[in-house]
């Protein structure tokens, strides 16, 4: 099993910033992608940004130019820095991981969710 805690959500006025991260730990052998992934009320869960192992990466329409995925292998971890930020931001960020067992199994897992809320 492989445990994720997030961080660093929290209000924030409009054109401010915030630092998300996403630590996994537990029975780790392979982390492939990590992503962001984010929720507002009323609404589906969508794909904010994704890194791969090697650190290509890819972003929704809506956030490039602003948001900034990256990763640290060594500590398993992902983190989303977000700049200029909109009140169309506000949601709930979820982090997500794709992991690989030592018998190559794949496994998704998902973190609690943190909640961005950027008033206007």
């Known amino acids: 099993q492989v445990q994720l805690v997030e961080s660093g959500g929290g209000l924030v006025q409009a054109g401010g910033s915030l630092r998300l991260s996403c630590a996994a730990s537990?029975?780790?052998?392979?982390?492939?992608?990590m992503a962001w992934y984010r929720q507002a009320p009323g609404k589906q869960r969508d794909l904010v940004a994704h890194?791969?192992?090697?650190?290509?990466?890819n972003y929704a329409d809506s956030v490039k130019g602003r948001f900034t995925i990256s990763r640290d292998n060594a500590k398993n971890t992902v983190y989303l820095q977000m700049d200029s930020l909109k009140p169309e931001d506000t949601a709930v960020y979820y982090c997500?991981?794709?992991?690989?067992?030592?018998?190559?199994?794949?496994?998704?897992?998902w973190g609690q969710g943190t909640q961005v809320t950027v008033s206007s």
């Open positions: 997500n991981v794709a992991h690989v067992d030592s018998f190559l199994r794949s496994s998704n897992y």
């Open positions: 537990g029975s780790i052998f392979r982390i492939n992608t």
């Open positions: 890194i791969t192992r090697a650190g290509s990466t």
